[in-house]
């Protein structure tokens, strides 16, 4: 799948559930503070029971997504889309209990309507506006009165009700195709600026390439040039000896070859399939190879599991992996006292990546954050520098995450020393524990949607 078509289908899996729950709250807050007013000062009579079974549906939602989830809980698009339709139903319950279409805070039905269309697919959206619309019409007809204290009915004439159904469905419908429309074109524009961007920095490297290609043919033209000479006075002055004069005559067209290999170095060879696949040993050394002289000792052990598939799989060589493994490594490196240990483990369904490290770990309370951007840093042990050029914002484990979950990836985030760890864990490896875990159909290369052709790859032409 393209860059642009990830980012078009997966926009909704940016919002977290922290912030829903947020805003959960304020509504829990206000539909609160409207009953109580309601019956205290305009002494209006509800269903206060009813009303409050509502609200506190609501807030045991809020409570069982605080507890269950993590707090940097990314929702997908399924996720977001029963979020908001829980939201739309809970607030029509308390409409149809409240009046109807004669409750002024009727209007209220278009936020879940403008919500869905602005993060969520074409497909939700519809369900969603639809589901208002079918609402809203019930509404109108079918709710409990509002009775004031002496037993009167508030309620306005038949044309107001007729003419707020009639606002409340246009503005669901308008409301959502602009914000639809609008949303799509900010982000239909963000895609192309990245894809831009991205077209750049490869056109960028190329021309790096071609470069060094360009400086290395100017260095050996003289000594090339020189060779070619030397191996054509020597085919005229071997005409007697044919068995020399086939050597100088193979020289001269060995000479010639390196120039035009030199020349069309730039053209070919750019996609070698042997560098789109590599074994899963391959690439964690390839990640952990710029921190292996930094002072602590990093231990690669790889264990397929038990009644499994013992061959090591080979998997796809994404820039987003291979930079991602190396993030989390720098942040073991960088916190441990002398020691990193990469566990490898495979099975027929997953590939699980294991980094731990000796240092203090995680900080407890921050566990649960991990990987958001402008994240307080974890702490150092006793006796450890302080980490040059960094200022600890969480950037690096903000990026290795986006990138890693970027290719099918789950992480998870712990600490050595947890009592909830394995017992049998060694007590050396008392620090952080970050866990990366692949379905293996996700970056398996021999197997599945993502096998890459084998064979001899195309030879440089001349």
């Not at 506190?56 to 997908?76: C, H, T, W």
């Not at 409240?98 to 879940?112: D, Q």
């Not at 044309?159 to 799509?184: D, E, N």
């Not at 009592?419 to 952080?432: D, F, I, L, V």
Request: charged share 20%; proline share 5%; aromatic share 6%.
């Amino acid at each position: 799948m393209s860059d642009l078509s990830f980012g078009i289908e997966h926009r909704s899996n940016w919002i977290r559930l922290r912030t829903l729950i947020l805003l959960r709250w304020v509504a829990i807050v206000g539909q609160l503070i409207t009953i109580l007013v309601a019956q205290h000062y305009y002494h209006i009579q509800l269903e206060l029971g009813l009303c409050y079974l509502a609200v506190g549906a609501s807030v045991f939602g809020n409570l069982i997504a605080i507890f269950v989830f993590p707090e940097n809980k990314r929702l997908s698009e399924s996720e977001n889309f029963l979020m908001v339709l829980f939201d739309l139903l809970q607030l029509a319950f308390l409409l149809f209990l409240t009046g109807g279409l004669n409750n002024p805070f009727a209007l209220l039905l278009l936020a879940p309507v403008t919500i869905s269309a602005s993060v969520m697919s074409l497909r939700s959206t519809l369900i969603i506006g639809s589901t208002a619309i079918i609402l809203v019409s019930l509404l109108a007809g079918f709710h409990l009165p509002l009775r004031t204290e002496t037993g009167s009915i508030l309620r306005v004439p038949d044309i107001f009700v007729f003419g707020k159904w009639a606002a409340i469905i246009i503005a669901t419908l308008f409301m959502g195709a602009y914000s639809r429309r609008v949303t799509s074109e900010m982000h239909s524009m963000s895609d192309a600026l990245a894809a831009t961007q991205m077209a750049l920095s490869r056109e960028q490297k190329l021309t790096d390439l071609g470069g060094v290609v360009a400086a290395a043919a100017h260095e050996l033209g003289t000594p090339l040039a020189t060779i070619k000479l030397a191996s054509a006075e020597l085919i005229e002055e071997l005409h007697d000896h044919p068995e020399l004069r086939e050597d100088a005559s193979l020289i001269r067209q060995q000479a010639d070859r390196c120039r035009d290999i030199l020349r069309d170095m730039g053209r070919a060879g750019k996609d070698d399939l042997h560098l789109r696949q590599a074994p899963l040993s391959a690439v964690i050394n390839e990640a952990a190879e710029p921190h292996m002289n930094r002072g602590k000792h990093i231990h690669i052990e790889e264990t397929p599991n038990q009644g499994d598939d013992i061959q090591q799989p080979s998997v796809l060589r994404k820039p987003e992996m291979i930079h991602g493994l190396r993030n989390l490594i720098q942040n073991g490196v960088d916190f441990a006292r002398a020691n990193v240990w990469i566990e490898a483990i495979w099975t027929k369904n997953t590939i699980t990546i294991r980094i731990l490290d000796d240092g203090p770990g995680f900080p407890p309370h921050l566990i649960g954050r991990i990987g958001d951007p402008f994240m307080r840093r974890r702490r150092l042990g006793a006796g450890q520098p302080a980490r040059p050029g960094y200022e600890g914002m969480g950037l690096g484990l903000f990026i290795a995450k986006t990138l890693l979950e970027r290719t099918g990836a789950q992480l998870t985030f712990a600490n050595g020393s947890d009592y909830m760890q394995p017992t049998n864990a060694p007590k050396e490896r008392s620090g952080a524990i970050v866990e990366v875990t692949w379905p293996r159909s996700a970056i398996d290369a021999l197997v599945g949607e993502n096998v890459v052709p084998t064979g001899q790859n195309q030879p440089i032409k001349i």
